[in-house]
C-alpha cells in the first residue's frame, strides 16, 4: 500500500479511537476517584505528561480551546493531583478500556507492531503532546497496547495538524470552526463567534495535505505487511466500538 494511502485510511477512525475512553462512563468514575469532574481529568490527565507547567503550555498543545477554559480547568485540576500522576491515571483509564472493548479481537498484536513503527519513525520536533505521550510505557498485552499506540497516533496527528495550522496562518480556533462549527461553544468559544471566510476554508485544507507530509515518515517505514496490518486493525477497533443492537 501507499504510504499515504493508508494514512488517509487511518486518519479518522484513529481519531475517535484514539478518543474513545476519554468520557466513558469508567474513566469519568475514575477521575471522580481522584477529586476530578470528567472535563478537568480529561484536561489534567491528557495535558499531564508536559508535566507542571503554565496553562499556557497546555492550551499551545492542545490548541482549539479558549485560553480561559484551559486555565480554569488546569489551574483547579492541578491542585487536587498532580499533573504527571493524572497523566499515568489517565493512560490506564485508556488501556483499561482496551482491555474491556479490545479483548477478543485478532491481530492486534501486529496492529501493535505497526503502530509502534509509525510512532518511533517521526521525529515529533515541535510536536511536545506527542512526544510526551510518546514517552510513556507501553502495557505488554496486545488489547491495552493496541488503545494505547492509537491514542498516540492520535497525538501524533493532532501535533503535527497544529503545526501545519501555524505553517499555513490559520488560528486553531477557527480550524476548529471549519472543521466542528457545532462543537465551538464546547471548547470556550460560546460568546466569541467565529465565521470562517473561504480563505480560512482553502487554509484548513492546505494544512490537511501539510498534515499528512509531516507524518509521512513514520508510514514510510512500515512493509507491505505491517501496512494492511495496521489497517485491518484500526478497521476492527473501529468496529468493535460501535454500539451493538
Not at 55 to 80: C, I, K, N
Not at 167 to 192: E, Q
Not at 195 to 221: I, K, Q
Amino acid at each position: 500500500m501507499d504510504p499515504r494511502d493508508v494514512i488517509r485510511a487511518i486518519a479518522a477512525p484513529t481519531g475517535d479511537i484514539g478518543a474513545s475512553f476519554y468520557f466513558t462512563p469508567e474513566t469519568v468514575e475514575h477521575g471522580k476517584s481522584l477529586g476530578l469532574d470528567g472535563f478537568r481529568f480529561y484536561v489534567l490527565g491528557r495535558g499531564g505528561v508536559l508535566g507542571d507547567v503554565e496553562s499556557d503550555v497546555v492550551r499551545s498543545a492542545f490548541g482549539y480551546f479558549h485560553p480561559a477554559l484551559v486555565e480554569r480547568m488546569w489551574t483547579t485540576a492541578s491542585q487536587v493531583v498532580a499533573p504527571r500522576a493524572a497523566a499515568r491515571e489517565y493512560l490506564a483509564c485508556a488501556q483499561e478500556h482496551g482491555r474491556r472493548r479490545f479483548h477478543d479481537l485478532p491481530g492486534l498484536a501486529a496492529y501493535v507492531d505497526a503502530a509502534t513503527t509509525v510512532i518511533a519513525n517521526v521525529e515529533g520536533v515541535s510536536m511536545p503532546l506527542f512526544a510526551g505521550v510518546r514517552a510513556e510505557p507501553v502495557p505488554d498485552d496486545p488489547p491495552a497496547a493496541a488503545m494505547h499506540q492509537a491514542m498516540v497516533l492520535r497525538e501524533m496527528r493532532g501535533s503535527a495538524h497544529l503545526l501545519a495550522l501555524t505553517a499555513v496562518g490559520l488560528a486553531s480556533h477557527i480550524a476548529h470552526a471549519v472543521k466542528r462549527p457545532a462543537d465551538i461553544g464546547l471548547f470556550g468559544w460560546k460568546d466569541d463567534p467565529i465565521e470562517p471566510s473561504d480563505g480560512d476554508r482553502e487554509a484548513w485544507n492546505r494544512a490537511e495535505v501539510m498534515t499528512d507530509d509531516l507524518v509521512l515518515p513514520g508510514f514510510a517505514a512500515l512493509t507491505e505487511a505491517q501496512s494492511t496490518a495496521l489497517v485491518d486493525g484500526t478497521n476492527a477497533m473501529h468496529t468493535a466500538l460501535q454500539p451493538r443492537d
